[in-house]
């Protein structure tokens, strides 16, 4: 059964920092594009960032441009995103997804780590 798997989430102040981790489960992700998402209690998912399979282009949401920052380590097989300066908005369960370079859709999710920030 293919699946990710998150780690690193927590309980952090604002300002803080935290690296969320994801590694696949019963396959290799070495050549598709990766994502983190994030939903907030009563709120819809949301992306937050994307990294292409290659490493050489990255997106971000407005909201954490300039405090995020996704990357991979191939020889791993694992996909990360560096919080900086961490917000009380940011709280959230953060989900790691993967699809191929040719799809639309994200078709391969995790389960979600939990990121609380205090104020």
């Known amino acids: 059964q293919v699946q990710l798997v998150e780690s690193g989430g927590g309980l952090v102040q604002a300002g803080d920092s935290l690296r969320l981790s994801c590694a696949p489960s019963?396959?290799?992700?070495?050549?598709?594009?990766m994502a983190w998402f994030r939903q907030a209690p009563g709120k819809e998912r949301e992306f937050v960032s994307s990294?292409?399979?290659?490493?050489?282009?990255?997106v971000y949401a407005d909201s954490v441009k300039g405090r995020f920052t996704i990357s991979t380590d191939n020889y791993k097989n694992t996909v990360y995103l560096q919080m900086n300066s961490l917000r009380p908005e940011d709280t959230a369960t953060y989900y790691c997804?993967?699809?191929?370079?040719?799809?639309?859709?994200?078709?391969?999710w995790g389960q979600g780590t939990q990121v609380t920030v205090s104020s």
């Open positions: 990294i292409s399979w290659s490493g050489a282009s990255t």
């Open positions: 997804a993967a699809k191929t370079s040719t799809a639309t859709g994200w078709k391969y």
């Open positions: 019963g396959r290799t992700f070495r050549n598709y594009d």
